[in-house]
């Protein structure tokens, strides 16, 4: 027998229905034995915690003798929460399910005999290769391997969901053919995967693992929508351009097929492709987020494994409240407002100090806008900057912490001071005062960098408030019963963003899904915006048009706040047309852009803020809304072109 029987013989073995469906059952057995064993140990032991928190005394006394609630517990309560939804065997558990996912549809593709031996040539590349200078080569090799395995099983199963007889689908299907024929949808394609499988390799172990992980997840997350985003740009242009162009769509117009049913699959196929990438991509986040995860972080001797005598580690505490979670964070409000009456009054005065020495100082109105700000940030820097020896502290109130209460979870503290330049090795030594009379234990504090700590829910008053005081220095008890502060010898100053209270409401697990659920659905509409700008235009137009205006949606909030410096005026003080009507242009234009632009899906899920259901839905209503506006016009444009004279240029 000739090799080239053997191979026919093979081929039609994979092909036969029964050798499926034996294969099949198999890789579910394995699989259902593999995925139980990792959820049977999908937990970590806290019976040492419950051991503490049985031990611990429900209270203590603080510095006032009065008898508060331990805040050692607190502590513990959320280490034992965070250990309880870490769940180590869920990397185990999805791994083996996409993986036997992935076998399944090759199976079925009647490729049973083909994908496994080239996935074990990957293995072989990487396991020659990692003792070997040649280690990140094989790595990124290997990442490339398996992406565009996975890409090409999932590109044929899709084909297959779209092999009914439906004139809509039969376009769909075919831009899905299209997608690996054409040079300008491959190249992002190559690109996406190269950087996906190239980024893990550009992590510093030497970082600490909250860094690192919420690094990848934001660099991964943006590249993937940046790539996709673009290709869905080009790739929906060319997919309607390039057919009128070569007047291929004759053969298409010519059967019975309506206008509204070819710009539909059309658009059915590319949103398919961008499904196929975010997939594939969000897998491939996933999997290595989680393996990043079960790493040991700075301070452990093993995973969630502290030092001896450490319950938990601060960067594994930063990594679980800040990033791998799903939090909801308040931040101080401030006691005073820019439209209070008492700005008005010091820009007044101000202008009058000018006039003593320029009597024809006339600020216009954009120059008095910008010195109103000045002097309200130069307010908020006052009231962020507690002095050691006019003040020694400062109070702070934050809003809307009813619902923490009701959850009954502990909350993160967030807190970062600024002083003498943030030198690294000077310390600061800060106290927290509660207004029921709780004072915490004066914490050493370093400079220019995020400090956290869990403090209890009991702090919420029956309001949802929390009244917190920051001291600079520490208390000390006086002879007489009193308390004294003894201060640090200098001011420090808090950042606007540097301290905040959040609590989690969730995992990250459901926050991720969320947020690449929100990413295709920006790129459902965004391949709406290419396929109707091609209805009407030409290929680097429509490029042009659907480019532009995804450009304008994701710069959407960075032009609201851009917009007071430009104002209405020339630098005289008259008032300009040509800037008038670019203010309001950019601001309608901006605004309509607003819920696209208030989504933020990425930077959400490296922040580990939470991505609400409800915001979801109003982004696919209001995004839905807008694509089908885009169809609807593009229908009655496509139905007056006339396609027989159309040249492409």
């Known amino acids: 027998m000739t090799i080239l029987e053997r191979f026919a013989k093979l081929d039609r073995l ?31 032991d806290t019976s040492e915690m419950t051991r503490q928190i049985a031990e611990l005394p429900a209270t203590v006394t603080n510095y006032a003798g009065e008898d508060i609630e331990n805040p050692q517990l607190a502590q513990i309560r959320q280490i034992q929460h965070l250990l309880n939804t870490a769940r180590p065997g869920m990397l185990w558990a999805t791994g083996t399910a996409a993986v036997s996912l992935m076998l399944i549809l090759v199976v079925w593709m009647g490729l049973g005999l083909v994908y496994p ?42 084909g297959m969901l779209l092999s009914y007889s439906n004139p809509v689908l039969a376009i769909a299907r075919n831009v899905l053919a299209e997608a690996i024929r054409m040079k300008i949808s491959l190249v992002f394609i190559v690109m996406l995967f190269f950087v996906l499988a190239a980024l893990p390799m550009l992590l510093n172990d030497e970082q600490t693992l909250s860094y690192r992980i919420q690094l990848f997840l934001k660099w991964a997350s ?28 004759w053969q298409t117009m010519t059967k019975p097929v309506a206008a509204w049913q070819y710009l539909f699959g059309k658009w059915l196929g590319v949103v398919a492709l961008a499904a196929i990438l975010l997939t594939v991509s969000a897998t491939g986040i996933f999997l290595f987020t989680e393996y990043l995860r079960n790493q040991p972080a700075v301070g452990e001797i093993d995973a969630y494994q502290a030092a001896e005598g ?66 309200f940030q130069d307010e908020v820097s006052e009231y962020l900057s ?84 920051i001291i600079n220095g520490q208390l000390l008890a006086a002879a007489d019963g009193n308390f004294d502060v003894q201060t640090n010898m200098n001011t420090f100053t808090i950042p606007p963003d540097g301290l905040e209270i959040s609590y989690s409401v969730g995992g990250y697990r459901a926050n991720f899904v969320r947020v690449f659920v929100v990413l295709w659905v920006k790129l459902a509409m965004l391949g709406m915006l290419a396929v109707w700008a091609s209805t009407f235009a030409s290929f680097p137009v429509a490029c042009l048009i659907a480019g532009g205006l995804f450009f304008i949606g994701e710069s959407a909030g960075f032009v609201q706040d851009a917009l007071p410096g430009w104002g209405k005026t020339n630098v005289h003080g008259d008032p300009s047309l040509y800037r008038t009507v670019i203010y309001y242009a950019a601001d309608w234009i901006s605004s309509v852009f607003k819920v696209y632009n208030d989504l933020r899906p990425t930077s959400r899920l490296s922040e580990g803020e939470m991505l609400s259901w409800g915001s979801v839905s109003r982004g696919v209503f209001t995004l839905g809304g807008f694509a089908s506006l885009f169809y609807l016009s593009g229908v009655v444009i496509f139905r007056r072109r006339q396609l027989a004279i159309y040249s492409g240029q």
């Not at 034996?22 to 970590?44: K, Q, T």
């Not at 080239?118 to 080569?137: H, K, P």
Request: cysteine-free; glycine content about 6%; hydrophobic content about 45%.
């Open 117 to 158: 031996p080239l996935a074990a040539i990957a293995a072989g590349v990487y396991f020659l290769l990692r003792d070997s200078s040649f280690e990140v080569t094989g790595s990124i090799v290997v990442g490339l391997i398996i992406l565009t395995l996975s890409f090409m099983v999932l590109l044929r199963a899709a």
């Open 310 to 375: 450490e319950s938990i580690t601060q960067d594994r505490l930063i990594l679980e409240t800040r990033v791998l979670t799903s939090r909801e964070s308040v931040r101080p409000s401030l006691p005073f407002s820019i439209n209070d009456e008492v700005f008005d009054s010091a820009l007044e005065l101000q202008i009058q100090r000018e006039r003593q020495s320029n009597a024809s100082y006339n600020p216009n109105p954009a120059e008095r806008q910008a010195l109103k700000n000045k002097i």
């Open 14 to 44: 994979q092909k036969d229905k029964l050798f499926k469906i034996i294969v099949s059952s198999v890789i579910l057995v394995v699989a259902a034995l593999l995925i139980g064993y990792a959820l049977l140990n999908n937990s970590h």
């Open 222 to 249: 943006e590249f993937t929508f940046l790539f996709v985003g673009l290709l869905v740009v080009f790739f929906g242009a060319a997919t309607v351009t390039y057919e009128q162009r070569e007047k291929v769509i």
């Open 386 to 469: 507690i002095d050691p020896n006019a003040e020694k502290y400062e109070e702070f109130v934050f809003y809307g912490l009813g619902k923490a209460k009701a959850m009954n979870l502990p909350l993160t503290l967030r807190y970062k001071i600024n002083a003498e330049g943030n030198r690294p090795d000077m310390f600061y030594i800060l106290t927290f005062a509660f207004d029921d009379g709780t004072i915490l234990p004066p914490r050493r504090t370093g400079l220019g960098f995020s400090h956290t700590m869990t403090i209890s829910p009991e702090f919420i008053n029956n309001n949802g408030q929390i009244r917190l005081q």
